[in-house]
């Protein structure tokens, strides 16, 4: 025989789990200092130049009234 649950509880512990992994999420992503975020900041920048230095000069979109 299944056991007998309470369905407003378990809604509520649901409600509770969920809220608590946003909690988590919202802590990893807005509890660093502003110095870390910086740091971070300017390292993706450098990383993008250093990608974008390695394009190739012919990779570009071609003019559409070339021909």
Do not use: V, Y
């Amino acid at each position: 025989m299944a056991d007998i649950i309470n369905l407003r509880r378990a809604r509520k512990a649901k409600a509770r789990a969920e809220a608590e992994a946003t909690a988590a999420e919202n802590r990893i992503r807005f509890g660093r200092p502003a110095a870390e975020r910086k740091l971070e900041a300017a390292r993706d920048a450098l990383e993008t130049r250093r990608h974008e230095g390695h394009r190739r000069a012919d990779s570009e979109k071609p003019d559409d009234d070339q021909g």
